[in-house]
């Protein structure tokens, strides 16, 4: 059972996702809700690894909105909807299996969540969108190769460079609050 602060937390993930997802998806644009920059997706990593099941159902859901502001069609949202699943229930799962610290206070936090965080996710995201849109039958605003590349590409970048940081300064204040418990690996 979650309690409200963390039901609290979801929804402000929620909003923030949506938020960071429609500036993504409007900021380099490839096609379909596509971008060479999308920061949303440090909210699904995140809200997975700090709230489990809900994190990653918020995850999975706040695209629907940013796909919408980007002008994707719903369609779209749908076909995406497994990569948004694994890109939040990857680091989760690894995370919770582990006993990882969300905070990265360790060095073994910290290269699990580079594999399963940034790249295995991400790449493994690529890879179902694009095979979504290929056996939809929809037009690809550009070649499947591309498309892929710039998905993995678009979501790397920001996991890498915002990801660390989010996770390390904002874990402890949520630890403090209460919102979730401290972890050490």
Do not use: C
């Amino acid at each position: 059972m979650y309690k409200k602060s963390q039901i609290l937390l979801a929804m402000i993930l929620f909003s923030v996702g949506a938020a960071l997802g429609t500036i993504g998806s409007i900021s380099l644009p490839l096609g379909l809700g596509v971008t060479g920059f999308w920061p949303a997706v440090v909210v699904q990593v995140a809200g997975g690894i700090w709230l489990g099941a809900l994190g990653v159902l918020v995850g999975a859901l706040f695209p629907f909105v940013s796909n919408t502001y980007a002008g994707a069609p719903l369609i779209v949202s749908f076909l995406y909807l497994p990569s948004n699943i694994v890109q939040g229930l990857i680091p989760y799962l690894v995370f919770k299996k582990l006993g990882l610290d969300p905070a990265l206070r360790s060095l073994r936090s910290l290269i699990h969540f580079l594999w399963s965080g940034v790249f295995v996710n991400n790449a493994l995201g690529a890879l179902l969108a694009t095979f979504m849109i290929i056996v939809s039958g929809l037009h690809l605003y550009a070649n499947p190769y591309m498309f892929a590349r710039t998905w993995f590409l678009g979501n790397t970048i920001p996991m890498l460079f915002i990801g660390p940081l989010t996770l390390m300064f904002l874990t402890p204040l949520l630890e403090r609050v209460g919102i979730i418990s401290r972890k050490s690996s």
